[in-house]
């Protein structure tokens, strides 16, 4: 069984290929626009991701005209019952 912190994690969802879709962007514009690499882009993209540092998601919400809670949002999953 995965520890706690890491299935929270794993339902974190990014909406960076309907972002960019919506405004008719590449991910290598985005990753010229923002100055991180198309792989890093891309891992963030496909919902492989542990992490992300604050300036990115700030430069990419900054490039995409969008808000935080726009890109990432929690996916529906189990109710975990409090302590």
Do not use: Q, W
Not at 55 to 66: F, K, R, V, W, Y
């Amino acid at each position: 069984m995965a520890p706690a912190a890491e299935t929270d994690l794993s339902r974190v969802h990014c909406r960076l290929d309907e972002l960019l879709a919506a405004r008719g962007m590449t991910l290598t514009r985005l990753s010229e626009l923002v100055g991180v690499s198309l792989v890093n882009l891309s891992v963030l993209k496909n919902d492989r991701a542990k992490a992300i540092r604050f300036s990115t998601l700030t430069a990419i919400c900054e490039a995409l005209g969008c808000e935080i809670g726009e890109l990432l949002v929690l996916a529906p999953g189990p109710v975990s019952e409090a302590p």
